[in-house]
């Protein structure tokens, strides 16, 4: 017994150095990371409106998510959408972009690297698309249409439920392209040109083999991280609904689960419900990336 | 014979390599990639020409995209806009920089110093934190913005450039991306220094530091990308520490009048990451080579 605590604390002699590296950061992480998620969860079984204390009430919560609350399962449903059309359309298109973009010399790469990173590098300037889907003539998009005749009256891009959803989504892909891109354009730089090379004796006929076969399972650590990236974007992204449509949406046709938690979190003050949407948001965003996981281990098999 | 035996199959490489790149192929790729790359930067050349427009070309019918006469009275007038308010225009840009500037160079150096021992120096516990680093990674920060508010509150951080600064500096993706750069070292390099009798501190400020060059590079530019463009309207309430992104807002939401002077600051919102992203995007793709995900 006394020789193993001994043990420590020679153990603790030779590495104290390295722990202390570590203690300004997991401070941070701790106080503002861990202990927010430990807290959402423990508050998503109580009753909490900021000025009494917290009341233990259960499963209520999310029973009344689940069953009860009319408008979660529009929320459910705008958050999926948002999710499988945009995450998996942009890491494809994101892909295929890099792949492409790798195959070309520099300056032309960088140029390209520059131009599909851009939208990503400020949040403020995809506002400007409000003035390509302006619902009067004066919008870009109505005043392109009327004049080459595919309508004869303005359509109100922003307002309408029927194409509300495909407004954020466009804005949405444009947005979050960029992310993926560069870690993808990253895993195509890490594999050696010599394996297409010795691929070819090999036997790969085309460029789609030489995808599938050499380049995609060599870099199949940066399409996990990418993967993950996109994901946890996808499921958590409300700004641009809320500017491109307003917050509420017109019959909350793009209310996603995120504006759902601003309202009860920041609107209403219902805190202890507001927690059980976080909990729920963060435990469909991890399913989510675990299927991503598997489907991922199987590329190139 | 040596010799023409490795040109013959040198030629062959050759060869075959050309039968893997189809003419049609790369056509089709070529189309493909000017597409997007004009989605991708449409709106981007657009925010600009609406800067220089002047005030009666931005409200023409039929809307043009091109601008007759380019001015760039929207920017002369972004300081005398922001009159009404009793801070000047030059205050948000100031606050923008130095919140940037200062958590950029600060993430960095904590984001390094806890990379080094989890990367390097096997210590016990150290895989555990590193997986629910990676866990967070999952989870979105703003989901935690109601809870945080109250710590800050706690900790009297509220309303001051602290309530930006100290979040900013525990990103997880940033700590994750240099941990994965710091992996590749050889620990050759840090035993020699060690038996050199160097203190861990020593390691990592002379040896360590120095090699990840590359990688402060991209944390830095994913760090004052993401303060940059903090809004921060949720833990500051005081007008003269608050944000250029802020500013925007106020501008915009002057109505129509301000289309002109609200493309001008977005232009400015966009130039300084966009600059900072040029001079260092080959840095940043060669570290984040090194970043991929091992289950």
Redesign the interface.
């Known amino acids: 017994m006394k020789s193993s605590s001994n043990n420590q604390i020679r153990y603790l002699k030779r590495n104290y150095q390295g722990y202390l590296l570590m203690i300004p950061y997991l401070a941070v992480f701790i106080i503002f990371t861990v202990y927010p998620v430990i807290t959402s969860v423990v508050l998503s079984f109580t009753t909490y409106n900021v000025f009494q204390s917290p009341i233990f009430i259960g499963f209520d919560n999310y029973v009344q998510l689940f069953f009860t609350d009319s408008i979660f399962p529009t929320a459910m449903q705008n958050t999926f959408l948002i999710a499988i059309v945009v995450g998996p359309l942009s890491y494809f298109l994101s892909l295929f972009l890099a792949w492409m973009v790798n195959e070309f010399e520099n300056p032309w790469r960088t140029l390209l690297t520059v131009i599909f990173y851009a939208p990503t590098l400020s949040n403020s300037v995809f506002t400007i698309w409000m003035i390509v889907f302006d619902g009067d003539i004066y919008g870009f998009l109505n005043s392109f249409l009327l004049k080459l005749g595919f309508i004869e009256d303005p359509i109100q891009w922003r307002t309408n439920p029927q194409y509300m959803m495909m407004v954020v989504i466009v804005v949405q892909l444009w947005v979050s392209l960029g992310t993926s891109f560069l870690t993808l354009r990253a895993g195509f730089n890490t594999v050696d040109r010599q394996y297409y090379e010795a691929a070819a004796i090999d036997g790969i006929k085309n460029r789609f083999q030489e995808l599938w076969f050499i380049t995609l399972p060599m870099m199949a650590p940066h399409l996990m991280l990418s993967a993950v990236l996109a994901i946890t974007n996808t499921f958590t992204s409300a700004n641009v609904a809320t500017v491109m449509t307003g917050f509420p949406s017109v019959n909350y046709a793009t209310h996603t689960i995120m504006h759902h938690l601003q309202d009860y979190g920041t609107i209403r003050y219902e805190r202890g419900y507001a927690s059980a949407i976080a909990t729920v948001l963060f435990l469909f965003s991890l399913l989510f990336n675990k299927f991503a996981q598997k489907l991922i281990s199987r590329i190139g098999k | 014979m040596q010799k023409t035996k490795t040109l013959k199959a040198l030629r062959?490489?050759k060869k075959?390599?050309k039968?893997?790149?189809?003419r049609a192929?790369n056509i089709l790729?070529f189309l493909?990639?000017i597409g997007?790359?004009v989605?991708?930067?449409l709106?981007?050349v657009?925010?600009v020409l609406?800067s220089i427009k002047p005030i009666n070309e931005l409200?023409v019918?039929?809307?043009k995209?091109y601008v007759i006469n380019p001015t760039l009275n929207n920017f002369k007038q972004l300081s005398s806009l922001m009159s009404t308010t009793w801070i000047p225009f030059s205050r948000y840009v100031f606050n923008s920089l130095f919140i940037s500037v200062i958590g950029t160079v600060g993430h960095i150096v904590?984001?390094s110093?806890?990379a080094?021992?989890?990367a390097k120096?096997n210590?016990?516990g150290g895989n555990f934190?590193f997986q629910?680093?990676v866990l967070?990674?999952?989870?979105?920060?703003?989901?935690?913005?109601?809870?945080?508010y109250q710590?800050m509150s706690n900790l009297g951080l509220l309303d001051t450039y602290l309530a930006i600064l100290?979040?900013a500096?525990?990103s997880?993706?940033g700590?994750y991306i240099m941990k994965q750069f710091m992996s590749q070292i050889p620990d050759s390099l840090i035993e020699s220094a060690s038996i050199d009798g160097a203190?861990?501190?020593r390691i990592?400020w002379k040896i360590i530091m120095p090699n990840v060059k590359p990688a402060w590079l991209t944390l830095a530019i994913f760090s004052f990308?993401n303060l940059?463009?903090n809004a921060n309207t949720t833990y500051i309430y005081s007008e003269p520490l608050k944000s250029l992104?802020y500013a925007?807002n106020q501008i915009?939401s002057g109505g129509i009048i301000r289309?002109g002077a609200?493309?001008a600051?977005?232009v400015i919102?966009?130039i300084v990451?966009?600059a900072l992203?040029?001079l260092t995007?080959?840095r940043?793709?060669?570290?984040?080579?090194?970043?991929?995900?091992?289950?």
Do not use: H
């Open positions: 062959r490489v075959s390599r039968l893997n790149r189809s192929g790729m493909f990639l997007f790359a989605y991708s930067a709106p981007l657009l925010i609406q409200f019918y039929p809307p995209f904590v984001a110093m806890c080094f021992p989890l120096l210590l016990k934190i629910v680093i967070s990674l999952m989870f979105a920060p703003s989901v935690s913005d109601i809870v945080n710590t100290v979040p500096l525990g997880s993706l700590l203190s861990t501190f990592f990308q940059w463009n992104p925007l915009v289309a609200g493309a600051v977005s919102l966009l990451p966009m992203f040029i995007q080959s940043i793709i060669e570290t984040m080579s090194t970043s991929g995900m091992k289950e």
